[in-house]
């Protein structure tokens, strides 16, 4: 099934997404993409249905492709004073924030959204597989953070971040156990599964 391009042809439309939000450490990472007619690449899904390789690959064709885009991050700092959710929901607005182009439409993967700016906005669950625009934000925020754990990873190689990535596998809750969290872990995150 191939992905619907545009929503509507009368409104200028970003997609917006977000990943690590079950992580246990690290930001959460939102995108916001805007593409048009033009836009041809049918290779572009759910970024949790491609390989690290293809993500990659595709990374550089939205951002050469697309009318606009934007990234944004949030601390875990932040995620621990506001909530997850609301966390999740304020960076992609901060996505919108930083995109030149004024979306008329904005659409959102998953069931909730805090309204942006008195632009109207619809939420489509597991939108990532279903609308282009939504499915090229999702890549380019998990290439965003797979990167920046990436980084994190060399200074913390003991938890593994390299391949989970912040997420509760048995080998990063273990290292929890062993060695506790660090400055990166979400103290409002159950840590320990002991």
């Not at 939000?21 to 690449?41: E, H, M, T």
């Not at 697309?66 to 621990?80: G, Q």
């Not at 909530?83 to 304020?90: D, E, F, P, T, V």
């Not at 390299?162 to 048995?170: E, I, L, R, V």
Request: aromatic share 10%.
């Amino acid at each position: 099934m191939s992905l619907v391009k545009k929503m509507s042809s009368f409104y200028v439309e970003a997609g917006c997404d977000e990943v690590g939000r079950g992580c246990l450490c690290g930001p959460v990472v939102a995108a916001a993409v805007i593409i048009d007619v033009n836009f041809d690449q049918n290779l572009v899904d759910d970024s949790k249905k491609l390989t690290f390789k293809t993500r990659m690959e595709l990374d550089s064709y939205i951002k050469e492709n697309a009318v606009d885009y934007a990234i944004a991050e949030l601390s875990p700092e932040f995620i621990d004073q506001h909530n997850i959710l609301n966390a999740s929901i304020h960076a992609m607005h901060q996505a919108l924030d930083k995109l030149t182009t004024r979306p008329e439409l904005i659409l959102v993967d998953g069931n909730k959204f805090h309204p942006y700016n008195y632009i109207p906005h619809q939420c489509i669950i597991k939108g990532d597989s279903k609308i282009l625009s939504i499915a090229a934000a999702s890549i380019i925020a998990k290439n965003y953070r797979d990167k920046l754990m990436m980084e994190l990873h060399k200074d913390f190689p003991q938890y593994g971040w390299d391949k989970n990535f912040g997420y509760a596998t048995k080998f990063h809750r273990d290292a929890l156990i062993k060695f506790g969290p660090t400055k990166h872990h979400r103290q409002s995150f159950r840590l320990k599964y002991d």
